[in-house]
């Protein structure tokens, strides 16, 4: 059984005369254990359609979002543990910023070593480089613990050799992922199969297996309105 499906489902963004149709009757079913790589150009829809998903999975998915969402004052070590804040009371995550629990500091260092930024816990966010922000969100979402991963170009900033490491951290420690990204070659060798969203509608559902780079290239090609008659 799918885990999630979209049946004919229209995204949009504002209402009335402001209603603007990012995706347009789309239909798409995500089954447990797939590794799904989102590509499309910038604008294309790629976060409308992750949002909308993290929508329909709620707590099941792990959420990585773009723009990483750190707080920049914070160190490290508080941002990846604010992937859990939800799971502990107030006063204990109060209590946590001030002086930071014993395990809870251990696994968030665990988890930080495999990231490579294992170093830098007590640093705060705000001094980091971009790849290094972009491994403390993956850290944040993987802090989670949910079955499955939704992220939205979480290894923009990182260099191909780092990213296929991060997305192999990212698919073994979940069932299904989904996650828009813009690097083809990685799509192709760390995916089971490739969306791909094109002048709002999905252009290109297949597995890996049936595709070339070629096909891939084809999404990012300039496109121009039809023209009239
Ligand atoms: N909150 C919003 N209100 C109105 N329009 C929006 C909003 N968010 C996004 N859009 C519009 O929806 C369209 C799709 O945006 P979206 O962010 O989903 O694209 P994307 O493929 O994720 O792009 P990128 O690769 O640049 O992140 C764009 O035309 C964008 O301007």
Known sequence: MALVTLQET????????????VLDSISLALQPGERVALLGRSGAGKSTL????????GNAAAWCPQGQGLVGALSV???????????????????????????AWEAVAEL???????????????????GQRSRVAIARALYQARPHFLGDEPIASVDPHQGARLLRLITERHGMCLIALHQRELALTHFDR??????????LDEPTSDLTLEQLDALYRPWTPASPG
Do not use: F
């Not at 009371?89 to 109060?94: G, H, I, Y």
């Open 50 to 57: 992750l949002e909308a998903l993290r929508g329909e999975l």
């Open 112 to 130: 930080c070593t495999l990231l490579g930024i294992g170093e830098l816990l007590r640093r705060p966010v705000e001094q980091l480089s971009g």
């Open 10 to 21: 229209t995204l949009a963004h504002g209402r009335g005369r402001h209603r603007h149709v």
């Open 77 to 103: 070590y508080h941002n990846v543990y604010m992937g859990r804040l939800e799971r502990t009371s107030t006063w204990r995550n109060l209590r946590n910023l001030l002086r930071p629990e014993h395990h």
């Open 194 to 203: 490739v969306i791909g969203i094109e002048q709002g509608r999905i252009a």
